[in-house]
């Protein structure tokens, strides 16, 4: 009985993926096919994004590898376009991370958010890449409470004719010590 009142109350509140495989931890690489659900958070494609857009913070947690390993911040390199506003957090979204690196993480949305847990956050990187599953999910469990992933990407934006930008560079949570 309360399982399936949870499963009421989620679908109601627009939670997908609760209650379903969907909700386990991702393994294996990055680039395997993603779920279509996030546990705690909503997934969202290219027009809400597009109406939400001006109301959140946009997370690019795309994967670089034109990056110093011991630096705890990024330059982005001139070829990397993210949707405009974006700030970019490469790697923050490895499957894989040590508890200095979830630290830094929770840092930087605190930053973001103004230490703000409801603050709207949005997570994306490459088109159907987990890597941004997995960092809208590690927002979660952080305690964010209004959190997107957006599975379509960067292409998905493209693809539907809006422009890129270069992004803002942020702390490398992949690298971070």
Request: hydrophobic residues 40%; proline residues 5%; negative net charge.
């Amino acid at each position: 009985m309360r399982r399936s009142r949870v499963l009421v109350l989620a679908s109601m509140l627009g939670l997908s993926g609760v209650g379903s495989a969907a909700t386990q931890d991702l393994t294996g690489a990055a680039q395997q096919s993603a779920p279509s659900g996030i546990a705690g958070g909503r997934v969202i494609h290219t027009d809400e994004l597009a109406q939400l857009l001006s109301s959140v913070i946009l997370i690019d947690v795309s994967a670089t590898t034109d990056r110093d390993a011991s630096a705890a911040s990024v330059k982005a390199p001139a070829s990397h376009l993210s949707i405009p506003g974006s700030i970019w957090m490469p790697d923050a979204g490895a499957t894989n991370i040590k508890d200095t690196q979830s630290h830094a993480f929770l840092r930087r949305l605190e930053t973001l958010s103004n230490d703000d847990p409801g603050q709207p956050m949005v997570f994306y990187g490459e088109a159907k890449d987990p890597a941004s599953r997995n960092a809208a999910e590690r927002a979660v469990s952080l305690g964010y409470r209004s959190v997107f992933w957006y599975p379509d990407g960067i292409e998905g934006w493209r693809g539907a004719g809006h422009a890129l930008a270069a992004p803002k560079a942020e702390m490398d949570a992949g690298s971070a010590s």
